[in-house]
């Protein structure tokens, strides 16, 4: 807590007068480009690994960025949050882009391999059900890059298996199938401080460096 005090008052006194006029403006309305759903671990933060600022993405952070499925009347059959956020980022903001970014050594993902939680955690239990297809495709499917420990493969399996969860919302599936609304899912290695975008061509994750970046861009580019 000691940190938390003294980082708002370094923020009021060294950050705040930056991004004052940003605030301003955002007040009364939030504009932002893309939802991204990413995990609850502390070493993930989004704004600093995109270089965003305030206003450009609507966050939604859970215990191993799952998104449970909805049911073909498209509620949820998990977490009303998950599907609220979902709901008002697409109908509400009308964001473009949904992102789903899973990361390495990720605890979801080994208690997921480890095929046990605690005996005090039953939400936890329940909750990570919804990776639980991820695990069926790497035991019987097999990983898509097999040089990563086991749970690093799982959790990038997982990352493919959320964005087919956000596809059975119809207020989702309706907006790709009309090219208003894009879905990409990135992984992030802690250790090395890279992120990688999953490519269909290739069926792998490929970090985004300059070279994919310009790729990435110009996909966008010729969609418009």
Known sequence: MEKLIEGIVEFREQMLPEHAQRFKDLALEQVPDALFITCSDSRVVPDLLVSTRP??????????????????????TGDLSEASAIEYSVLVLKVSDIVVCGHSECGAMKA?????VRADTPNLARWLHHAHTASFRLE??????????????????????????????????????????????????????????YERASRRFEIIDRSLADRLLARLAAAR
């Open 55 to 76: 206003g450009d993405l609507f966050t939604m952070r859970n215990v191993g960025n799952l998104v449970p499925p909805a049911t073909a009347e498209g509620a949820s």
């Open 112 to 116: 997921v391999i480890a095929g046990e």
């Open 140 to 197: 019987h499917e097999g990983a898509l890059d097999d040089r990563l420990k086991p749970h690093d493969q799982l959790s990038q399996l997982n990352v493919l298996v959320q964005l087919e969860h956000l596809m059975s919302y119809p207020v989702v599936r309706t907006r790709v199938l009309a090219g208003t609304l894009r879905l990409s899912g990135w992984w992030f290695d802690i250790a090395s401080g890279s992120m990688y975008a």
